[in-house]
């Protein structure tokens, strides 16, 4: 390590949100060093769906995607990332989820929301999906393929002028350095400082900043997933979102009709809401489907992953396709979650940003949550801003004591 360097910036966490900001402050002007404990990203970002999942968002949550899938087709251009602009399809197989639709529909300015009858529906993804009564689809969304995207994103961030990203580098502590103005970054191979750090980490906020974790009840939220091979008729076309996705996602679930899907699940089949599933497919680009999912939220992640959520989510899957599906890959994927915020994004050091996606989409709204945080680290540093931020209604605001050292 060269201990001399000195980036405008140091990130630590070469996922999705880490990753982002490097590139927003890249195009800035920036200098930027990208710190990774593992010899290549292996967290949420690689495990995912690579659903770029943003009209279905609300709030906050919308904003950002809004920016972000913007930049994931500028920054996919660029970097070689094969981003497909192919939407997602929202299947309503009861008429309470084609009210949902409905509903939804009529809160979107035109050309977000398109409402399909079923046999539109079937023909855009090519599956025979028995059972289908109507569909929406959202034309923005996108699809990536999160285990080719985040390596070339990193390799391209690399490639920039003023860019460094290292693997194999475990950040231990995150002090203010000895001028006082700048930021000292302990790491397992010495110490770097840098005028402004982001602290990405995922759901390993607690492990250099517990205050910050227990203040927004941080959880370690753990998904089972699935990789099928490919049905009958390969191409699916868009992302496939179900009426479980209808009680997940803001936009959807703000609607009236939502309630009525929620009561009816919870009187057929109540193992779904016990085990959070979303039902939903995207598939990678030699066919295979991604399908998942279910969560639990936990303070340490179990080691044991539970078959009987596996079962539920292959009888779904089967079921939403009206044939045998092959299981070829099984993972779990963990991320943060907060019930009291969506985006953490805290200052326990004027110069220093705590940031992390609190609820599940990462992918779809780091692009866009990456140009805020940053306008908020501004030069000069703006003392003002030293505190915990809260992106999303209803947190309040609370100071936190001290840089985090330590491992
Ligand atoms: C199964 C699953 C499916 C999902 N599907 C979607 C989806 O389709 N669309 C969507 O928008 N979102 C989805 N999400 C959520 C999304 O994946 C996450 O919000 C996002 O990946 C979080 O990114 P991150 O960079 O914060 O975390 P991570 O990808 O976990 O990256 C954090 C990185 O920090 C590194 N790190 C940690 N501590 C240190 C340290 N001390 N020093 C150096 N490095 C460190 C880790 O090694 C890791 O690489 C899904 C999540 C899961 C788990």
């Not at 087709?73 to 981003?83: F, P, Q, S, W, Y």
């Not at 699940?265 to 109540?270: D, K």
């Not at 779904?316 to 045998?324: T, Y």
């Not at 003002?384 to 491992?407: I, K, M, N, T």
Request: with cysteine; glycine share 8%.
């Amino acid at each position: 390590m060269n201990s001399t360097s000195t980036p405008d910036l140091i990130v630590v966490g070469a996922g999705i949100v880490g990753l982002a900001h490097a590139a927003e402050a890249l195009r800035r002007g920036l200098t930027v060093t990208v710190l990774e404990r593992d010899h290549r990203a292996v967290g949420a970002s690689v495990r995912n769906f690579g659903h770029v999942c943003a009209t279905a968002q609300s709030g906050r949550g919308l904003e950002y995607a809004l920016t972000a899938r913007e930049r994931w087709i500028e920054l996919g251009a660029a970097a070689g990332i094969d981003v497909r602009q192919v939407g997602t399809l929202v299947l309503a197989r009861h008429e309470d989820e084609a009210r949902v639709l409905r509903e939804f529909a009529a809160t979107r300015p035109a050309g977000q929301v398109r409402l399909l009858d079923a046999e539109e529906a079937r023909e855009l993804t090519a599956q025979p999906l028995p059972g289908l009564l109507a569909a929406a689809h959202l034309p923005l969304d996108l699809r990536v393929d999160p285990r080719e995207a985040i390596p070339a994103l990193a390799a391209w961030i690399a490639a920039q002028p003023g860019a460094e990203v290292r693997f194999d580098t475990h950040v231990t502590a995150v002090t203010p350095a000895a001028d006082g103005a700048s930021v000292a970054v302990s790491t397992n191979r010495g110490e770097l400082t840098a005028a402004r750090v982001i602290h990405a980490v995922g759901h390993d906020v607690d492990r250099l900043f517990p205050a910050l974790a227990e203040q927004i009840e941080l959880k370690r939220c753990r998904l089972q997933m699935l990789e099928v091979a490919p049905p009958r008729k390969a191409d699916l076309g868009p992302a496939l979102l179900t009426g479980l996705s209808m009680l997940r996602y803001g936009g959807l679930a703000a609607t009236p009709a939502a309630r009525d899907v929620r009561e009816r699940i919870q009187r057929s089949t109540p193992e779904l809401l016990d085990v959070q599933m979303n039902l939903m497919l995207t598939q990678r680009p030699e066919g295979s489907l991604v399908l998942g999912d279910t969560h639990v939220d936990e303070d340490s992640t179990s080691p044991f992953d539970d078959e009987r959520l596996a079962e539920l989510l292959l009888r779904e899957g089967e079921e939403l396709f009206g044939e045998p599906l092959t299981v070829r890959r099984r993972w779990r994927g963990v991320y943060a979650h907060s019930a009291a915020t969506d985006f953490l994004v805290a200052s326990p050091h004027p110069a220093v940003r705590v940031v992390s996606v609190t609820s599940g989409i990462g992918m779809t709204t780091s692009f866009g949550l990456a140009p805020d945080v940053l306008d908020g680290l501004v030069w000069p540093v703006d003392s003002s801003r030293h505190g915990l931020e809260w992106a999303h209604d209803g947190g309040q605001a609370a100071p936190v004591a001290a840089l985090a050292s330590g491992a």
